[in-house]
């Protein structure tokens, strides 16, 4: 059985957390190994099960808590060379485990398949873990998707999916005209329509959740992303990450 759950999942911070009954991964650690440990206690999840730290990106808000917690867990970090050497001195993991981006990671039973994508940083990966054939995907902070990404999204079970604007309150915003232009690019974040047009058109048929992740606080909110993937919900479940809690924890 696989438990999966977001740690937290905005811009202030994000960490997903995929396990089964003896092992577990965390993809990203963008909030503290304090307030890590204290989201997961509360949702019954315990952190000795978990076996490695894999980082998406070098950004403060999925790297910021990683050296700290592998250092506590005295779990590998996996990361990407570039986004090590392009990351703040202080947050480099101690003890870095370097992959590339096409080859699969093996953590106890779960096979990790790294997924080149399109965001402005040095190798943004994705990620989608395998367990005895069901799979689940983290994929946020793509401007633009690739093929990479919809591949892989069409093998999900589960799915941790980028829901980051709102296209109106974007371009009407407060946000300064660079900011919005760079949101909006194709290596910044996807909007509501965009995850909705990518999971009309790559959802596989095994499908079973999505978490609308990764939203924005100022140009997004959660009645909107919901409301915009109504059409979709006869397909499949669709429900929330948050920036301020630990979701449920779902059961696959």
Known sequence: MLEVCAIASGSNGNCYYIGNNSDAVLIDAGISAKQIF????????DPAKIKALFITHEHGDHIRGAR??????????YITAKTYNSSYKNLRPDYPRFFTPDNTIQVGDFLIHPVLKNHDAAEPCSFRIEYKNRNIGVFTDIGEACDNVKSHLNKCHGLFLESNYDEKMLWEGNYPWPLKKRVASGVGHLSNNQAFQLL??????NLKFVFLSHLSKENNTPEIALENMQPLTHRFEIKLASRYEASEVIKL
């Open 200 to 205: 009309e058109n790559h959802a596989g048929e």
């Open 68 to 77: 700290v917690l592998g250092k506590r867990l005295q779990a590998p970090v």
């Open 38 to 45: 204290l989201r997961m206690k509360e949702r019954g999840l």
